[in-house]
C-alpha cells in the first residue's frame, strides 16, 4: 500500500510560530493508515551521503548523521508537523546550529501503538513488526527516498517527498499488554533425531538478540563468488567470508559422529521496547521470566522430546544474552544446571558501566569542586573514547521519550525499573542532563542488580548454584562491562557455605564480546558459542545428574 508524505523545507513559513532566519520542516503524511490513527515519533535525518540511507547513518560513534524528533500523539496538525531549532536533536541539538551545505534528507514516523494494560494505564509505544524492534527498518513505519538539498537558512527553497509504507499485522501480543501473544524460538535438532525416536535430550538456551533465523548454522558451505567486505570492528579484510566458514563448519561438528546430542533453543521475545526482553520479569515489559521459563521451555522440551528437568538445562550467551543467562540462573536456581555468561551486560550496578548509580549523582559527568569531565561510554582496546554517556542517551532521547526509542540504555531502564503514574518506565535518570534519582536506583538494586541479589540472597539460594555461574569478559571490554565482573568475582570469592566453585576468565586486551577462548583472536571466538559451551555443560551433566537420570538415551 502506498503512501505519500510531503516535507516542506523553508528557511520561512507563513506560520505564526515560526521565526524568521530559522531552518523549518513541515511533514505531512496520511492522518490514518487502514481506519488506524497514525501516531509515533517523527524523525527528520540528515546525512552527508545517501549510502545506506540516512536512516541507517545515526550511531553514537563519530561518523554518525544527525536526527531530530518531536513525538506526535493524537491527529497531527492539517498543515502538517513543524520540526524547527526547538526539536531535539543529536549530534547537533538544534537545527539553528547546522552547517550551511549539501545534504541527504530522508523523513520517518516511528508509528505508534495504544496499549491498555491491565495495571489499568493506556501507553503508545513502537510495536515489534517481526524487523527485531529496529526503528529504522521496522515495517510499520512510514519513511521517505533520500533527496540532496543544499540547507542554507538565507534561501527559502520547498522539497515534497514520496513515501512507500508496507504495514504487517504484528501477532507479537502479550496479555500483559491488554492482547495476546506469542514467544517464538528457533530449534536446532540433534543429528538422527527421528531415527531414535526413544531418546530424550537435554536442552541448551542461547540467549541473545533477535534473530531471524538460527544463529551461527550454515548447511550449504560458503558462497565463493561472496564478495569480501572488510570488518572495521576487527581489521578483518573479508571478515564476512570468515563468518559463512564458521558457521559452516558448526553444521559439519554438528552432524558428525561425536558432537553431543542436545536441543538448542534460540529464543524470540521482541516486545515495544526491544529486541529482546532480557527474560526475566518486569513491571514495564511483563512476566517473560516466568513465560520463558515455565511456558515456553516445558512446551518445546515436550513437542521435541526435552528431558524436562532442571538438571539437564544451561544457559548461555553474550552480551544481553550473558546478562540473560545469568540472571535467569540466579532467578531460577533450581531450573537450570548451569550458565555460560559472555560479556555480560552490567552485573553489578555499582559498575552500570562507567556509572555507579548508588554514589555518582550524574551519569554523564565525573565531577570534582572544580571541574567536570563527560563520562565516556565506549572505547576500543587502546582506550581510545568515542561516545560518552552523554552521547549514547541524547541519541535515545532523539528517538524517543518515554524509553522508546528502542536501544539499549532504554531498554535496561525498561526492564529495571518500576513503572512510572503515566504507565511508563520511570527515568534511572533525567534523560537531558543526567541527574540520578536515588529512589529508582534502590529499586534496580533490589530487583535487579545481580551482584547484591547473589550477595543478599546467597544464605538461600547458594547451594543451589555451586558449581552453576560461569562468566567470561574481556578486560578492554568497549562497554567497559568488566568493570562489573570485577565485582561480581570479588563477591563470588568470598562465599563459603557453599563456595560458589563456578569461573571467572579474562580475556587480556579483549573487546566486546570476549567469550572465554584463550586460543583464539576475539573475531573468531565469538563464531564459536556452541562450539565451546555445549560440551563443557554435557560435561557438568555427567558429573551433576541425580539417580537415575537419563544419561544414555541422547548418548548416540
Not at 500523539?73 to 524547527?84: E, F, Q
Not at 524509553?403 to 534523560?431: F, H, L, N, T
Request: aromatic share 14%.
Amino acid at each position: 500500500m502506498s503512501r505519500i508524505m510531503a516535507i516542506l523545507l523553508s528557511c520561512f513559513l507563513a506560520v505564526g510560530s515560526l521565526s524568521a532566519g530559522k531552518l523549518n520542516f513541515v511533514i505531512t503524511y496520511p492522518q490514518e493508515n487502514d481506519g488506524k490513527l497514525l501516531e509515533g515519533r517523527l524523525l527528520l535525518l540528515l546525512a552527508k551521503k545517501d549510502d545506506p540511507e540516512p536512516r541507517f547513518q545515526i550511531t553514537y560513534r563519530n561518523n554518525t548523521g544527525l536526527i531530530y524528533g518531536v513525538d506526535v500523539i493524537g491527529p497531527r496538525p492539517k498543515k502538517g508537523v513543524v520540526i524547527d531549532g526547538a526539536a531535539l536533536g543529536y549530534p547537533i541539538e538544534s537545527l539553528n546550529d547546522i552547517p550551511v551545505g549539501e545534504y541527504w534528507v530522508q523523513g520517518l514516523l516511528h508509528t505508534y501503538e495504544t496499549f491498555n494494560l491491565n495495571t489499568g494505564q493506556t501507553v503508545k509505544l513502537p510495536m515489534d513488526n517481526g524487523e527485531g524492534q529496529k526503528w529504522n527498518r521496522s515495517p510499520g513505519n512510514l519513511y521517505s527516498k533520500p533527496q540532496k538539498i543544499f540547507l542554507d537558512p538565507s534561501k527559502r527553497k520547498t522539497v515534497k517527498i514520496t513515501l512507500d509504507h508496507i504495514r504487517f499485522q504484528s501477532k507479537l501480543l502479550t496479555e500483559f499488554w491488554g492482547r495476546p501473544t506469542y514467544l517464538g524460538a528457533h530449534i536446532l535438532l540433534p543429528k538422527d533425531f527421528d531415527k531414535h525416536p526413544e531418546a530424550k535430550y537435554p536442552v541448551m538456551v542461547f540467549h541473545g538478540h533477535y534473530n531471524h533465523d538460527f544463529r551461527g548454522f550454515r548447511p550449504e558451505p560458503p558462497d565463493p563468488d561472496l564478495e569480501p567486505v572488510f570488518s572495521s570492528r576487527f581489521n578483518w579484510e573479508g571478515y564476512n567470508r570468515t563468518v559463512q566458514e564458521y558457521e559452516h563448519q558448526f553444521y559439519k561438528d554438528w552432524t558428525s559422529d561425536d558432537f553431543p546430542r542436545v536441543l538448542v533453543i534460540d529464543i524470540q521475545h521482541q516486545n515495544p521496547y526491544y529486541d529482546d526482553s532480557y527474560a526475566v520479569n518486569s513491571a514495564n515489559i511483563g512476566p517473560y521470566g516466568d513465560a520463558i521459563t515455565y511456558e515456553l521451555i516445558p512446551y518445546i522440551e515436550e513437542k521435541f522430546r526435552g528431558i524436562g528437568e532442571g538438571w539437564a538445562r544451561f544457559l548461555y550467551g553474550g552480551s544481553t544474552g550473558g546478562w540473560e543467562a545469568l540472571a535467569a540462573q540466579v532467578f531460577y536456581p533450581e531450573e537450570y544446571n548451569g550458565c555460560f555468561a559472555a560479556c555480560p551486560d552490567p552485573i553489578d550496578f555499582r559498575a552500570y558501566c562507567q556509572v555507579n548509580i548508588y554514589e555518582d549523582e550524574n551519569a554523564y559527568y565525573k565531577k570534582g569542586p572544580f571541574k567536570q569531565v563527560e563520562t565516556p561510554a565506549h572505547r576500543n582496546y587502546l582506550g581510545e573514547v568515542n561516545a560518552s554517556m552523554k552521547d549514547m542517551n541524547h541519541l535515545e532521547l532523539a528517538l524517543g521519550t518515554n524509553s522508546r526509542s528502542g536501544d539499549q540504555w532504554d531498554i535496561w531502564q525498561a526492564v529495571y525499573s518500576p513503572m512510572g503514574p503515566d504507565g511508563y518506565p520511570q527515568p534511572i535518570w533525567d534523560k537531558y542532563t543526567g541527574k540520578i534519582d536515588k529512589d529508582v536506583a534502590n529499586y534496580w538494586r533490589e530487583n535487579y542488580d545481580l551482584q547484591y541479589i547473589l550477595k543478599r540472597d546467597w544464605s538461600k539460594i547458594g547451594s543451589n548454584l555451586e558449581g552453576k555461574i560461569h562468566i567470561y569478559c574481556g578486560d578492554m571490554d568497549n562497554y567497559y562491562l568488566n568493570n562489573a565482573v570485577y565485582l561480581m568475582e570479588e563477591f563470588l570469592e568470598e562465599t563459603t557455605k557453599p563456595y560458589y566453585n563456578g569461573e571467572v576468565d579474562y580475556g587480556d586486551r579483549a573487546e566486546h564480546c570476549w567469550n572465554g577462548d584463550q586460543t583464539r583472536p576475539n573475531a573468531l571466538s565469538r563464531l564459536r558459542y556452541n562450539q565451546m559451551f555445549i560440551p563443557k555443560a554435557v560435561v557438568r551433566m555427567e558429573n551433576t545428574a541425580p539417580p537415575g537420570a537419563d544419561l544414555k538415551s541422547w548418548r548416540y
